[in-house]
């Protein structure tokens, strides 16, 4: 068998092999092969990179710079990005098997983020306190934390990194990326590009490896200012007890169980497609999958003959080819997963109207493929209304009217993204301000922008990326006073 291509790690402005000289191998959810060796990093690496970016941050040519240069060079990067963006969307597609569609139009959006943040990059200003102490100037400065851990979760990693890697770099600091263990590949890609730019050495790094062997290691050291975390609720809850123990920032995206919620009056064709695009698109590989199908019992009958009927034409396969509508899960605890809640949600009396196993069709050969599952009968406190599946698996439960969807919506630990269909206007404002989610979509679902806050409400995270307050997670204020008075008074007594 040919020898598979080996990847190598970039720490301070180099291209390394881990400490350890360990590789571990990233699989191709679609053939279930593996096709890359990627470094296997572990606590020397960690402790390497650390210093790496702490020295980029205070000496050197990256501290030096203006804020409107370090803006040009996201602007740049954006530019390489833009050049790449195919390229780049092969990778990911091979590395976790989503659709060559939606990786396509990721990547082909994701510059936006660099020529938007780059944009802000020399439009943060302190202000001029008009202290009340006679005799004193008094002005803040917004100025970087220093070097930011970046974990990103393997189901978008350039979008994901975009989120973060943006206001990072805009605000000063300097970045240490670690990737998830299954999707490397296409963050050290982008690395290339990133060095192309002409950043100087340490200013973004990425490591590689296993969550315990090189992320815990960064998120403990004493170098790291911040982690910005995007994962699952279980092992974000680990990195905030971690990080909060080193009194470090964090924030944290992560997973949902997000309500999508049909109301008899809405537009029944969009909000079944609303709903498809909920569950099925990304193979419900989406932390804002709209995993809870609410419907209102007066349509519900109808409603779901209309949902199960459109599924059914879901083209599964190959997800390098243009027309594939489904693809595989990512990993195989992935797939496990999947099919172990499809038992629960059995074992539980909810009916299965579509899907509910392994999808053994020709067309998605040796793939972790699972059918598009649809349970109806679902109650709000079984298991598969209340936990993530990460998967293509709806659960249909029905409401009588308003109140009762708001009590159903909410009524869960996550609060990441709510959707709404209906015609009634009133409805809608109702519903966005009762919604416990960071993100409500009204007619529509799964839109983002790197100009729109982005976060969970409850235990779907802390903080939110995007938009302009993004950047302020990403800088401490500093107050500067000086005297202007002639003598020190008594220094006894407080200024
Ligand atoms: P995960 O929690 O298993 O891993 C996420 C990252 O954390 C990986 O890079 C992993 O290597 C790293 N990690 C693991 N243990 C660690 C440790 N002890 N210290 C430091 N880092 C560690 O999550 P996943 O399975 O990769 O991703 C799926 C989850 O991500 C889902 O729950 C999904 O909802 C969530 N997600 C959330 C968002 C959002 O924006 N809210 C976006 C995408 C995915």
């Not at 770099?169 to 296409?186: D, H, M, Q, R």
């Not at 439960?397 to 159903?408: M, R, S, T, V």
Request: hydrophobic letters at 40%.
């Amino acid at each position: 068998m040919a020898e598979l291509p080996k990847y190598k790690m970039y720490i301070d402005g180099k291209w390394v092999e881990a400490a350890s000289g360990e590789y571990f191998e990233s699989f191709n959810p679609f053939t279930g092969k593996p096709w890359a060796l990627i470094p296997r990093g572990g606590a020397d690496d960690a402790a390497r990179v650390a210093e790496a970016a702490y020295r980029a941050g205070t000496k050197g040519d990256w501290p030096k710079l203006k804020a409107s240069q370090r803006g040009a060079l996201l602007r740049k990067l954006g530019d390489l990005i833009a050049r790449d963006a195919e390229k780049l969307a092969q990778t990911e597609v091979r590395d976790n098997g989503k659709l060559i569609a939606e990786m396509g139009a990721q990547l082909r959006y994701i510059p936006q983020w660099y020529y938007y943040f780059g944009g802000l990059a020399d439009k943060i200003e302190g202000s001029v306190i008009p202290t009340d102490k006679p005799e004193m100037f008094n002005f803040t400065r917004h100025e970087p934390l220093g070097p930011c851990l970046l974990i990103t979760a393997w189901n978008s990693p350039l979008l994901l990194l975009a989120y973060k890697l943006g206001p990072c770099l805009a605000a000063g600091n300097t970045a240490i990326v670690k990737p998830s263990e299954f999707t490397s590949a296409s963050t050290l890609e982008f690395a290339k590009l990133v060095e192309e730019a002409g950043f100087p050495p340490g200013v973004f790094n990425v490591v590689t490896g296993f969550g315990n062997e090189i992320g815990d290691p960064l998120v403990i050291h004493p170098r790291v200012a911040k982690v910005a975390f995007t994962g699952s609720e279980r092992t974000g809850a680990k990195v905030y007890e971690r990080a909060a123990a080193r009194l470090k920032r964090v924030t944290l995206e992560l997973g949902g169980k997000s309500p999508n919620i049909v109301f008899a009056d809405a537009d029944l064709d969009n909000a079944m497609k609303g709903a498809i695009s909920g569950i099925f698109a990304a193979t419900g590989q989406t932390c804002v999958a709209g995993s809870r199908l609410l419907v209102q019992e007066s349509i519900h009958n109808e409603f779901m003959d209309k949902l199960v009927a459109f599924a059914k034409t879901a083209r599964m396969g190959d997800p390098s080819k243009l027309d594939t509508q489904v693809g595989p899960v990512t990993t195989p605890p992935q797939y496990k997963k999947v099919l172990e809640y499809i038992d629960v949600a059995k074992g539980e009396g909810a009916t299965c109207v579509m899907g509910g196993g392994p999808a053994k069709r020709p067309e998605c050969g040796e793939g972790w493929f699972v059918e598009p599952t649809i349970f109806t009968g679902v109650k709000n406190s079984m298991r598969i209304a209340q936990e993530e599946v990460f998967g293509p698996v709806l659960s249909v439960i029905p409401f009588k009217d308003d109140e009762d969807a708001i009590e159903i919506a909410n009524d869960v630990l996550y609060g990441l993204a709510a959707g709404v269909w209906t015609q009634n206007i009133r409805r809608a404002m109702t519903m966005a301000e009762r919604l416990q989610a960071g993100t409500v979509w009204i007619n529509t679902y799964r839109a983002i922008s790197y100009m729109t806050p982005f976060g969970g409400f409850k235990h779907s995270g802390i903080g939110r990326e995007n938009g302009q307050e993004a950047i302020r997670s990403y800088m401490q204020t500093k107050a500067v006073w000086i005297s202007t008075a002639t003598e020190v008074p008594n220094p006894f007594v407080m200024r």
